[in-house]
């Protein structure tokens, strides 16, 4: 079955450190690949998207993500974390029936 | 102005009560979408439209029912609410962006079922 892993609910990393968010796709094809960010009491904004044009993706407030289909993996990364950067993260796919699948989500804490 | 507003942004209700959640659009998206989110569950699709005329059933359509009045309007219906539907919708619309169909959120709304 098609699916969306993300490993680690919880994420903590110390400001200034390397935020590494994990993102694994389950399917035969490989999907379009989303990330969104949900900050506190607000919706679901697009950090960034794979489209097979490029396989490392530049998104919003300097993340990026890179995409390796020997892994089936969509990581999500930023290399010095920021307070502001507290917050809940999304991976998502289109297996090509314009629905999103959703992981379960990964709560990151910015340690100061 | 927001692209994608939802009403009301908090609710709560009791058992048995009728209630509407509300999603309005100015993006001239075809494609509207209910989600809901609980912890730990991340987002799970409920109802999906790809037009006036089309309405899907998506993975959780039990308990809940939608109406699609216009383009830039797509409703939810809880029609006899139940504790257990307490989380926080999302109403999501979608179009090409880049050349791949992307999804834009809402805010969200709170729903408490007493």
């Known amino acids: 079955a098609q699916s969306v892993t993300q490993l680690g609910s919880h994420v903590s990393v110390s400001e200034g450190a390397l935020v590494l968010l994990r993102c694994n796709y389950s399917?035969?094809?490989?999907?379009?690949l989303f990330w969104y960010v949900q900050y506190p009491n607000q919706g679901l904004q697009l950090l960034l998207k794979?489209?097979?044009?490029?396989?490392l993706v530049k998104g919003i407030n300097g993340f990026e993500a890179e995409f390796k289909k020997s892994e089936t993996s969509f990581h999500l990364t930023k290399p010095s974390a920021h307070m502001s950067d507290a917050a809940e993260y999304f991976c998502?796919?289109?297996?090509?029936?314009?629905?999103?699948?959703f992981g379960t989500g990964t709560r990151l804490t910015i340690i100061p | 102005d927001a692209d994608v507003t939802q009403t009301p942004r908090n609710r709560i209700t009791k058992t048995g009560k009728r209630i509407m959640l509300e999603c309005s659009q100015t993006?001239?998206?075809?494609?509207m979408y209910w989600y809901r989110q609980d912890p730990g569950l991340g987002l799970r699709l409920i109802y999906y439209?790809?037009?006036?005329?089309?309405?899907n059933k998506g993975e959780i359509s039990d308990g809940y029912s939608v109406s699609r009045q216009a383009q830039a309007k797509f409703s939810l219906s809880l029609e006899s609410a139940i504790p257990n539907q307490t989380a926080l919708y999302f109403c999501?619309?979608?179009?090409?962006?880049?050349?791949?169909?992307?999804?834009?959120f809402g805010p969200g709304t709170r729903l408490t079922v007493l």
């Open positions: 999501a619309t979608s179009g090409l962006a880049g050349g791949v169909d992307t999804q834009y």
């Open positions: 399917s035969s094809v490989p999907p379009y």
């Open positions: 794979y489209t097979s044009a490029a396989t």
């Open positions: 998502a796919a289109n297996f090509g029936n314009e629905k999103l699948t």
């Open positions: 993006k001239g998206h075809d494609r």
């Open positions: 439209s790809f037009d006036v005329k089309d309405i």
